[in-house]
């Protein structure tokens, strides 16, 4: 059974940084392409950030482009998104998911979704 647990959201002021981090269980981890969704107040749930089996090539949104990184560790199971320059925008629940590339569009690889981790951007 696939397991996504997210930590790390907080409020943080327009300008500051966040970290987020998601263990995964249940999966052979370092087999899949590992991403962030989010999902704001009255909003669907949007891709974020995508990162490739080991790590070397990694993914995102025009929106976070620049303001966000993506890192993981296969060893642990985690995957890590680090988010910087922080716009009221970015206010939502963040996700993490394995994920693929299908038709033109990154997707839940296996239709598992972790509580997600609230993130709140004041300005």
């Known amino acids: 059974q696939v397991q996504l647990v997210e930590s790390g959201g907080g409020l943080v002021q327009t300008g500051g940084s966040l970290r987020l981090s998601c263990t995964a269980s249940g999966i052979t981890f370092s087999s899949y392409i590992m991403g962030w969704f989010r999902q704001a107040p009255g909003k669907e749930r949007e891709f974020v950030a995508a990162i490739s089996w080991t790590g070397g090539i990694t993914y995102f949104a025009d929106s976070v482009k620049g303001r966000f990184t993506i890192s993981r560790d296969n060893a642990k199971n985690t995957v890590n998104l680090q988010m910087t320059s922080l716009k009221p925008e970015d206010t939502a629940v963040y996700y993490c998911?394995?994920?693929?590339?299908?038709?033109?569009?990154?997707?839940?690889?296996?239709?598992?979704w972790g509580q997600g981790t609230l993130v709140t951007v004041s300005s």
């Open positions: 998911a394995a994920v693929s590339w299908y038709n033109g569009h990154w997707r839940n690889a296996l239709d598992a």
